[in-house]
């Protein structure tokens, strides 16, 4: 008899949805059918379980080929090298769990290298913004249940989170909205027309670029100032930003979800500051909150994890072991990777050969390029050792942070290939191995980052 697992979580956007209902083969080896899931959601549970995976780890060969080898001879391989190099950089972390987040930072200490994740590219500004400026947020069943204003800037939910209207922000019936949908007013910020814009009930097409221009001008009118208002500002009628400037003020719980097309904008954290001054004044008058729809299913738990661990979230500076440094432009992985500080590349749970400007690949391909990844990625096909893994939230359990930074117990639905590790035993029988090689070469830490050369460690 098929088995039917409720209350499983999708591991692909920052959503997370959580009530997704799969039917598994009564051998508990195949994903036969995925409920509530979007398009996106389904494939992934349903490709999980195809055949044509990689189950053992691959290591380059001098004629390009690849040679399968075991497990314990990949972490040999990769402790050797992160002994080896100067400044090892670990990337990614989207898609993995909060514990392969932890051993992640565990191994970085050991190696004194750069520990960094998605953010670096995409949410990073956001967050340097809440360093400055705090962040007025609430959770996604708030939003449900009492948001009457929902304001979508420089984010494409119908495309890159194609529940987030349906089960969080516009649709669902919420306990003080029970006629969901219609009791909503919808307002999106873009400078493309794009299909949340459509479904909007004013769609502002700000010029590119122009971003900060037009919270200033909302800020204006919040504050009085509506008078000395140009008739036009970043492309925006001055009627127009009156008129939606009394929708924010007659909001009863209004939430701003913000996406990349401000945080990679002119102005960067300083359209996320301001935002965030802007949500600040509304709460003058009204109730409102903010919150950056955050992309991959877990990134969110990368900055959760090493905040609470080292008092950063992104860009970690360990090369003097466990005392951390954070400085994005000097140890962001982009920039160490185009000034050639890196030496050792690790990427895991994203795939940074797909997503980083060809030239950062180019530098970071010039030394060893490990790819801890179940998939065959453009970040595995490119790497000297490729290690798969079970894929998180499928074939492994364990935490994830939702885009509200609501923790979930993901569970898993099916059984990894006989053999496979997860990322988090990867991970850490590297940490063990590079622990090992250090007690036996006496390899000593000092302030340094010079326990690479080899210091007495002491008696
Ligand atoms: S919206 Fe995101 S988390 Fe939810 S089912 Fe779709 S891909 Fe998965």
């Known amino acids: 008899m098929p088995k039917i697992l409720e209350g499983i979580g999708c591991p692909y956007c920052g959503c997370s949805c959580d009530d997704i209902k799969v039917v598994v083969s009564d051998d508990g080896k195949k994903i036969l059918e995925v409920e509530n899931a979007c398009a996106i959601g389904t494939e992934i549970f349903l490709q999980a379980t195809s055949s044509d995976r990689i189950t053992r780890p691959r290591l380059r060969q001098s004629d390009g080929s690849w040679k399968e080898i075991s497990y314990p ?4 391989y990769a402790a050797k090298a992160i002994v ?3 400044k090892p950089l670990i990337y990614g972390f989207g898609s993995t769990t909060c514990e392969a987040q932890r051993e992640a930072a565990r191994l970085m200490e050991l190696g004194c290298g750069i520990l960094d994740n998605c953010a670096s590219i995409c949410h990073g500004p956001s967050l340097i913004a809440h360093f400055d400026n705090g962040y007025p947020s609430c959770t996604l069943g708030e939003v449900k249940n009492r948001a009457d204003v929902i304001l979508y800037w420089g984010a494409n939910p119908i ?8 089960r969080y922000a516009i649709y669902p019936l919420g306990f003080f909205k029970g006629n969901g949908f219609f009791e909503r007013t919808v307002i999106v910020v873009d400078p493309r027309n794009t299909d949340t814009a459509g479904i909007a009930d004013y769609y502002l097409q700000v010029k590119p670029g122009h971003d900060y221009e037009l919270f200033n001008a909302f800020r204006m009118v919040i504050y009085g100032f509506e008078k000395e208002l140009p008739e036009m500002v970043a492309g925006i009628p001055k009627q127009t930003i009156l008129e939606v400037a009394g929708i924010l003020k007659q909001a009863k719980f209004g939430v701003f979800f913000f996406g990349m097309g401000l945080t990679h904008t002119d102005g960067r954290n300083h359209n996320i500051d ?4 802007l949500t600040r004044d509304l709460n003058q008058i009204s109730k409102w909150s903010i919150m950056a729809m955050r992309g991959h299913f877990n990134v969110a738990g990368a900055n959760r994890v090493w905040c609470w661990s080292y008092g950063f979230p992104y860009c970690l ?18 920039d160490l990777a185009n000034r050639d500080e890196i030496d ?3 990427n895991i749970g994203t795939d940074a050969a797909a997503h980083f400007p060809i030239d950062t690949v180019r530098h970071l391909k010039k030394h060893t390029w490990i790819t801890i990844d179940p998939n065959m990625s453009m970040a595995a096909e490119i790497a000297d050792l490729h290690i798969p893994v079970g894929i998180s939230g499928v074939e492994v359990p364990g935490i994830v942070y939702r885009m509200d930074n ?4 993901y569970r898993k639905v099916v059984d990894m290939p006989e053999g496979m590790l997860s990322d988090e035993e990867v991970l850490s029988g590297i940490a063990n191995k590079v622990e090992e090689i250090l007690a036996q070469e006496k390899i000593g830490f000092s302030i340094t980052n010079s326990h690479k050369k080899i210091i007495p460690a002491g008696p």
């Open 344 to 346: 050792l590349f690790i």
């Open 317 to 334: 500076d360990l090369t003097k072991g466990n005392c951390a440094h954070m400085n994005p432009g000097e140890t962001s992985t982009i």
């Open 84 to 86: 080896a190099a100067k």
């Open 159 to 166: 495309h890159a989170h194609p529940r987030h209207m349906s």
């Open 406 to 409: 609501v923790p979930i117990q």
């Open 274 to 277: 301001i935002a965030i001054s």
């Open 73 to 76: 001879e990949a972490f040999d």
